[in-house]
């Protein structure tokens, strides 16, 4: 039996803790006696699953970062991207643990998360190979620095590259400059509501840490550690200082020209190098999940119909403060159509006819009838048929008439 680490008031009962809690402080990983067992997947199997509350932790996490990058960034300034792993995913490695093999939690929550350094690194990267021209075409990334910031001794040179990403210093170097591009952390929605666990079996752990020679003949040590399973979601948030691009690169800033050299980073980072540790294994890689783009765009879409209702009924209000009274009702009988494909002329009309129009107003109903008919080449004083009553336009007419005479 292998117990955590922990005073006994505790108990030995965690499963209702958070993933990075159970990995962490609550792993059962010890005998009773303090020492190590030696296999490690048994223990990680109790902190790789979700439980109810880390789904809707992580739900809430996922949604509530959504609504304040929408609230707080304008859509000038805003990259987003939403991607699904097709490998494993795994970050944190070398922090310490127990196991050899940590693993990257975000506090306080307790869930996986992929940095927001790490993106921006991961990218940094993808675009230098691009403009390397080594990968085919680079896709509009240049190296050369053909921007200027600043005069005399203060004068800094950089390229797009350095804009958006930021000049990186050597050391002892005065010349600075941050890049324009805020990247945010990711909060993964785990496939499947659980962790995995991998295993690697290196080989010559002896040459490796003991300096021995090297031979076939060795004992591979199986080391276990936690993977964000594939198949999960991961929605990549882009801030940019547009303002500031504008002033230092204009060229990057017209027509938004950062998205789509951006987009073709992801792209790059996607199909080559991949997000988080053991990249060069395969671990990490990423496709964009076209499914939740277009649900994306459809929810935009929603949301921009209900912004102009909102929009055309403040306008109304508005325009109703400066109205008549019978104008006002004539809106108020539009508004309240029976049927949404009626025109104007027939909603009034109708309205008319069913006796739907206050006594007061029907005079000025009727004359904006009236005005309609004559628009509509409908108003028929006399009737050029030989049987007048067939003539339907001609009838319209005398009903308004009679309504504008006020009985």
């Known amino acids: 039996m ?22 962490g402080m609550y792993l059962r990983l010890w005998h009773p006696d303090f020492t190590k067992p030696k296999a490690g997947a048994d ?15 992580a739900e809430n996490l996922v949604k509530r970062q959504r609504q304040s990058f929408e609230a707080s960034v304008t859509p000038a300034a805003a990259f987003r991207l939403d991607a699904v792993c097709v490998a494993p995913f795994t970050t944190g490695l070398g922090n310490e643990h127990p196991l050899e093999n940590g693993f990257a939690f975000l506090t306080p929550y307790g869930l996986p998360y992929l ?22 075409g680079a896709c ?11 005069e005399g001794a203060q004068r800094i040179e950089f390229s797009d590259i350095d804009a958006l990403f930021g000049l990186e210093s050597s050391d002892s170097d005065t010349q600075h400059l941050r890049g324009c591009l805020c990247f945010w952390d990711v909060v ?24 021995e020679t090297p031979h076939d003949s060795g004992s591979p040590n199986p080391i276990s550690f936690l993977t964000v399973p594939p198949g999960s979601a991961f929605a990549f948030h882009v801030q ?27 792209a790059h980072a996607f199909d080559w190098l991949g997000f988080g540790a053991k990249t060069a294994v ?17 929810e935009q879409e929603a949301r921009d119909a209900q912004a102009r209702e909102r ?3 403040q306008a109304r209000e508005a325009a109703r403060q400066t109205m008549t009274p019978a104008e006002r009702h004539i809106d108020e009988l539009l508004a309240e159509r029976q049927d949404k494909t009626w025109s104007n002329l027939t909603t009034l009309f109708k309205a008319l006819e069913k006796g739907k129009v206050n006594a007061e107003h029907v005079t000025a109903v009727a004359q904006r009838v009236m005005g309609l008919m004559v628009a509509d080449g409908k108003w028929k004083a006399a009737s050029n048929k030989k049987n007048p009553a067939k003539d339907n336009d001609h009838q319209d007419t005398l009903k308004v008439q009679h309504w504008l005479k006020g009985a």
Request: proline residues 4%.
């Open 43 to 57: 223990a990680l199997g109790t902190a790789k699953k979700l439980t109810l509350n880390d789904v809707r932790t």
């Open 2 to 23: 292998t117990i955590a680490a922990v005073p006994d008031y505790l108990g030995q009962d965690f499963s209702s803790a958070s993933p990075g809690m159970r990995f």
């Open 140 to 150: 509009g990334w240049r190296t050369e620095r053909r921007h200027t910031l600043g």
């Open 311 to 313: 929009s055309e009924q």
């Open 282 to 298: 395969g671990y990490g890689a990423m496709k964009e999940d076209e499914a939740a783009a277009k649900r994306r765009e459809k």
């Open 240 to 266: 940019c200082d547009t303002h500031r691009l504008h002033r230092i690169s204009p060229d990057l800033a017209l027509d938004q020209r950062w998205k789509t050299l951006l987009q073709e980073a992801f």
């Open 188 to 211: 993964p929605k785990i496939h499947g509501d659980s962790l995995m666990v991998d295993i690697m079996t290196p080989h010559q752990g002896g040459y490796y840490q003991d300096g």
């Open 115 to 136: 940095p927001g350094s790490g993106i921006k690194g991961v990218l940094r990267q993808a675009v230098r190979e691009l403009a390397s021209g080594e990968w085919g």
